[in-house]
């Protein structure tokens, strides 16, 4: 298995929620969204899955949605990032020693994938997990980004508990770090603030440099 598919449709209930959206939106992009970044990077961030307005309508992910705000701003503070704002696939922006996917490659109904189509979808993980090294760092985006990269590397979860900020060392040497996804929601209830998040990156990147 390649660690990408563009035109995979082995979830049907998303592959149709992908046609539907499409007709409704002719414009948008509407297929499995590829991972962006720098293939050779240390660090992979991981969200959960594309946003009906942003991934799914750009085709990059954290682009055109509210949640990209802070990601690409805290990204671009941190040097990771060309720009300090993603508006689009072809805005120009780069990212540099870093590279963001998703837990899941399609858009959801109301943002929700299923079980199964995030354990469907588990393998690509796997074989982006495996191309970026042991020595990896990656920041998990929320619990099921969190507990899909242990599915990837076949771990249990109940050996490492989710939390903001918390790091677990893997078994094959690589460094796990949680963050609360930057949602909307988060940010606006203030569950996780700017400062929260840049603790996370700046905790990524003190390791990296370690």
């Known amino acids: 298995m390649k660690a990408f598919n563009s035109g995979c449709t082995d979830c049907g209930r998303l592959s149709q929620?992908?046609?539907?959206?499409?007709?409704?939106?002719p414009g948008y992009y509407c297929k499995p969204v590829p991972p962006f970044g720098d293939a050779g990077a240390?660090?992979?961030?991981?969200g959960l899955a594309p946003g009906k307005h942003?991934?799914?309508?750009?085709?990059?992910?954290?682009?055109?949605?509210?949640?990209?705000?802070l990601l690409y701003q805290t990204l671009h503070k941190f040097g990771f990032a060309t720009r300090p704002e993603s508006?689009?696939?072809?805005?120009?922006?780069?990212?540099?020693?870093?590279r963001i996917t998703n837990a899941v490659k399609?858009?959801?109904?109301?943002?929700?994938?299923?079980?199964?189509e995030i354990n469907q979808c588990n393998a690509y993980l796997a074989k982006e997990l495996e191309a970026i090294g042991d020595d990896a760092i990656i920041i998990a985006l929320g619990t099921v980004a969190h507990q899909s990269v242990l599915k990837a590397?076949?771990?249990?979860?109940?050996?490492?508990?989710?939390?903001?900020?918390?790091?677990?060392?893997?078994?094959?040497?690589?460094?796990?770090?949680?963050?609360?996804?930057?949602?909307?929601y988060n940010t606006q209830t203030r569950r996780l603030t700017a400062d929260?998040?840049?603790?996370?990156?700046?905790?990524?990147?003190?390791?990296?440099?370690g």
Do not use: W
Not at 17 to 25: A, N, P, R, S
């Open 17 to 25: 929620f992908l046609k539907d959206v499409k007709k409704e939106h």
């Open 42 to 46: 240390r660090l992979l961030i991981v």
């Open 54 to 69: 942003g991934a799914n309508a750009s085709g990059r992910p954290f682009t055109g949605d509210y949640a990209g705000i």
């Open 87 to 98: 508006v689009s696939a072809d805005d120009g922006l780069k990212l540099r020693h870093c």
């Open 106 to 116: 399609c858009l959801p109904p109301e943002n929700k994938p299923l079980g199964a």
């Open 153 to 184: 590397k076949k771990l249990k979860l109940s050996a490492y508990k989710f939390g903001h900020c918390a790091e677990h060392r893997l078994p094959d040497g690589s460094l796990l770090i949680d963050s609360y996804h930057c949602s909307r």
């Open 196 to 209: 929260m998040f840049e603790n996370v990156f700046e905790l990524a990147q003190k390791r990296l440099k």
